[in-house]
Every structure is written in structure tokens, then in C-alpha cells.
């Protein structure tokens, strides 16, 4: 096998990965310019030239860089063209897109405008290219496109200057935690864990009241679990209560409990979870839910350590430690009239915020390989592995879901993909794929013109379009495309057969 015809297999087997793999065939990604003024296309060419590891060619107009093509440029070799819309002379930059499309050239293309419309921006969609870029730009800009172009749409990687030349990078790992990174059902290693850890064992000495902050899903619960554990009064019970799950004319009965006939359904005396976790712990999740009448009922509380049953006039003694949570901003709540401010000086005694898994990435493979374990069967028979590409997005993710939905897919992967190496198409496709559009800069692409639009027929046309570029994507997967669309899937069939698409 010669060289070339090894280096297309190495593209398709995702054996080459980036600069350096290509390097050893003396091959570099390659950019082709095509911009009619000469001052911005040299600007262009130097400024990439310093910044990228990259072979740079700078044409003039469109015929000159398809004769280049045709004549010096292997066509199973991949490259990104960044081309000029309106050219002075040798046609213009989409008509060099469908001619190369239809050599069936291997290329990534980021086209460029001084006169954006929207007929132009839908026409470059239709064309596939990665992004429609309005001039004047920042050069940086350019590069980071062209970083991400030839990444998510060439299947391999392109280094900086800045980067070590020669230097071995570290890839990621898979790791799974040792006895060290255990801590009363929690697992970190990062610094900023291992100060939550700190603070848990000299909270859990105290009789304090403690407030747990911190985004939904990082795992506030298991935090107020470990206080509890880790104190005097572990052998007494923990009592749970989210105050955001029970309606507020419910919640006064269930913390402090009610008389028989007090309202109607009470056919009973009941307790409340105060007294039923006397002498022990209560924890109060979503705290920043409670009403405000309660609020002052509990600050009572608080202060005299005594409940008052709804629909009686005794008050009952309690030794009960307050542990309370919320993942709301309580100071500005404070601020607006919603939560009381000496209640909130009551319960922030000791402050304890977790991280978002997003500020402590370097406990992401480890707590991968421990729901892994979790959910994988005694016998292995579902067992599953990692890409190395779909470990690098994972890890890059920022998980806006924390823990708790890092836990939701390695156990959703398990299911349906047990047994197999997961790759970035198994990801749930806010994983595998970046979206320009989650961004807000495509709002700002599109100027209105005074004469109006019909929007109705341009959104049709786009939508068309991003389905078209979906199953062509997926090589007419419509599982994987209505994942990258975020669309159920006989929804997209639906759209599929009314708009007569075919790939």
C-alpha cells in the first residue's frame, strides 16, 4: 500500500489524529485563501502562517485555486478553503464550493462576506459550509474556526505554535478512584473536594446550624449524609424534607406535625418530621422554597427549640440539628422581599458550597469509572469502554447537570450500548457535537432589510437545509440526526417526507 492510499485508510480507521501523525507522511493540514484584496488575504496568510502548523495558500479568485487543486493537491488529502462570496474576477466563492463538491474533493470550507444578507447566509448553509463569517473580523476569530472546522469535520486535530513542538501530550484516562478519593459515599480528588471534605469533618463536630449551596446535581444531600454520619449524633435518625417537592399548605404539617380534626382529612395525630428526628438530624433541601410564612415559624423554631403541632396550643421540645440546602442565590432573595433576612443569618452559621463538576474536571474520569462499576452487570456481560475521543468530550463538557447527570448517561450508555466501545455517536448530542447555534452570535448574522422578508419561507429554508446537513452528517442515520437536531425522531421523519428530502 503507498503512502497516500495509507494515509486515506489511517482518515477513515481515525488512526491519524492531528498535525503530528500527518507530519510523518511530511503532510500538513492544509488552507487554501481566496480573497480579490490582496492587503486582507496577505494579512490573513501571515497572520495563520505564525499562528498555525499549517501549509497556507493565497489566491487571488477562485479559477486559480481550483487549477491549483487540480494540478498539486492529492484529492484524498483533506483541507479547509476560506473563501470570499463575491469575487472581482474567476467567479465566486460557492461556485468553487460545488465545483470542488463535485470533483469530490475531501474539504472543510468557512466562506467570507463584506454585504451580508440572508439569502446569501441560507445559500452558504445549503453549501455546507462550516461558518458564514462577516467582514470586518478579528483574525483570532478566523483561527479558532478554522481550529474547530478541521477538528469536528476532518477527524483530526491542529496545533499551535505556541504548543511544544515534539512534546508527548497526555491523553485521557479513564481512572478509577482509589481508597483515598472515598469520602462517606462521595468521591474527589480535586482541590476544591477535598476542601468540602475538610470543612464536613470539623462541621460534623459542632452542633451548627449548616447551609449546603451549591447547582442542582452536585450532590448537596450527600453532603448534609456525611455531616451526619461523621457526627454524635450518627446513630439517631436523619430525616430528609424538600421543601420545594411539598405544597406549602402541606409542609407546616408535615415539619411539625398535626392534631386529629385540625383540618379536614387530619383523621389522626401525626408527628413531624422535627419530632421524628429528635435527637438526631433533619436536613431541609430547597430551603429557598419555603413560603414565607413558615419561614417565620422556623426562624421560632430556630430560636426556642420547640414545635408547635398545627391545630394544637402546646408546644413540644426538640433536640434537633438543622442542616439545610438550596441551589438559589439566598442573598439576592434576601435583597428582593422573598426570603427573610434573619432567618437567613440563623441557618448560614457555617456556609459549605459545593463546585459544579464543571470547576473540578479532574475528578470526571474517576467518578466515569465509578458509575460505570456501578451499573455494569456481576457478570461483565454489558460491561462498556471509551474512545479516547469520547473520553476527551466528556471531559470537556461543562456538564450543567453536574454529577447527577453524569451518572444519567454512563447508566443510559450502559443500557443501550452495553458491551461495546462508546464512541462521540453514542453521546447524547450535546455531548458529541458543538452547536454554533446554542451560542447567541448566529442572532446577530441576519439584518432585517427595509423592504421586509418572508419570514415563513426563510425559516423553511433553513430548517431544510440543517435536516439535509444532518443526514448527510450521519451518512442518513435519522437516530443520529434527530439527535443532532434535538428532535424526536418521527418528528424528523415527518419533516423529512413534507419537505421531499433525499440525501
Known amino acids: 500500500m503507498d503512502d497516500i492510499n495509507y494515509l486515506n485508510s489511517s482518515f477513515q480507521n481515525n488512526s491519524i489524529k492531528d498535525t503530528d501523525d500527518l507530519e510523518s507522511f511530511g503532510l500538513n493540514p492544509q488552507i487554501l485563501i481566496v480573497e480579490d484584496d490582496k492587503v486582507l488575504g496577505l494579512s490573513i496568510k501571515k497572520y495563520l502562517l505564525k499562528k498555525l502548523n499549517c501549509n497556507v495558500e493565497l489566491f487571488t479568485n477562485s479559477i486559480d485555486c481550483l487549477n491549483f487543486l487540480l494540478q498539486e493537491h492529492n484529492k484524498k488529502i483533506p483541507f479547509c478553503l476560506i473563501t470570499d462570496i463575491s469575487l472581482e474576477q474567476g467567479g465566486d466563492g460557492l461556485l468553487l464550493i460545488d465545483n470542488l463538491k463535485d470533483r469530490n474533493f475531501n474539504f472543510v470550507s468557512i466562506v467570507m462576506t463584506g454585504f451580508a444578507s440572508i439569502e446569501t447566509a441560507i445559500a452558504a448553509t445549503k453549501k455546507g459550509v462550516y461558518h458564514y463569517l462577516t467582514k470586518p473580523f478579528e483574525l483570532e476569530n478566523l483561527s479558532s474556526l478554522i481550529v474547530e472546522a478541521i477538528s469536528s469535520k476532518l477527524g483530526f486535530e491542529i496545533s499551535t505554535r505556541k504548543n511544544i513542538r515534539n512534546k508527548k501530550q497526555t491523553k485521557a484516562k479513564i481512572e478509577s478512584p482509589n481508597e483515598e478519593d472515598f469520602f462517606c459515599g462521595m468521591i474527589g480528588r480535586s482541590p476544591a473536594m477535598k476542601e468540602v471534605f475538610t470543612r464536613i469533618q470539623k462541621v460534623a463536630l459542632t452542633e451548627s446550624t449548616v447551609l449546603i449551596t451549591g447547582p442542582s446535581g452536585t450532590g448537596k444531600e450527600l453532603v448534609a449524609r456525611a455531616i451526619h454520619k461523621s457526627s454524635e449524633r450518627r446513630e439517631e435518625n436523619l430525616v430528609s424534607v424538600n421543601c420545594g417537592a411539598i405544597p406549602g399548605e402541606l409542609l407546616e404539617s408535615e415539619l411539625f406535625g398535626h392534631m386529629k380534626g385540625s383540618f379536614t382529612g387530619a383523621i389522626s395525630d401525626r408527628k413531624g418530621r422535627f419530632e421524628i428526628a429528635n435527637e438526631g438530624t433533619i436536613f431541609l433541601d430547597e430551603i429557598g422554597d419555603m413560603p414565607l410564612m413558615l419561614q417565620v415559624k422556623l426562624l421560632r423554631v430556630l430560636q426556642n427549640r420547640t414545635i408547635e403541632p398545627v391545630g394544637s396550643n402546646k408546644t413540644v421540645s426538640i433536640d434537633t440539628r438543622v442542616i439545610t440546602a438550596t441551589h438559589r442565590d439566598l442573598d439576592s432573595m434576601v435583597k428582593d422581599g422573598i426570603f427573610r433576612e434573619d432567618l437567613f443569618y440563623r441557618l448560614n452559621v457555617i456556609p459549605i ?21 456501578k451499573f455494569v452487570s456481576a457478570d461483565g456481560s454489558n460491561e462498556i469502554t471509551f474512545s479516547e475521543k469520547a473520553i476527551e468530550l466528556l471531559l470537556n463538557y461543562d456538564w450543567p447537570g453536574n454529577v447527577r447527570e453524569l451518572e444519567n448517561i454512563i447508566e443510559r450508555l450502559v443500557i443501550l450500548r452495553g458491551g461495546n466501545e462508546i464512541l462521540p455517536e453514542d453521546l447524547p448530542a450535546k455531548i458529541f457535537r458543538h452547536n454554533p447555534l446554542e451560542s447567541d452570535q448566529y442572532k446577530h448574522i ?47 421523519i415527518e419533516k423529512i417526507k413534507k419537505k421531499a428530502i433525499t440525501l
Open 446 to 492: 441576519f439584518e432585517l432589510p427595509n423592504e421586509g422578508i418572508d419570514l415563513k419561507r426563510i425559516l423553511s429554508d433553513i430548517e431544510e437545509s440543517l435536516i439535509a446537513q444532518a443526514l448527510n452528517l450521519t451518512g442518513g442515520n435519522k437516530n443520529q440526526a434527530s439527535k443532532l437536531l434535538c428532535l424526536n425522531r418521527t418528528t424528523l
Open 353 to 373: 458550597k459545593i463546585p459544579p463538576l464543571c470547576e473540578r474536571r479532574e475528578d470526571i474520569p474517576l467518578l466515569i469509572s465509578y458509575f460505570t462499576d
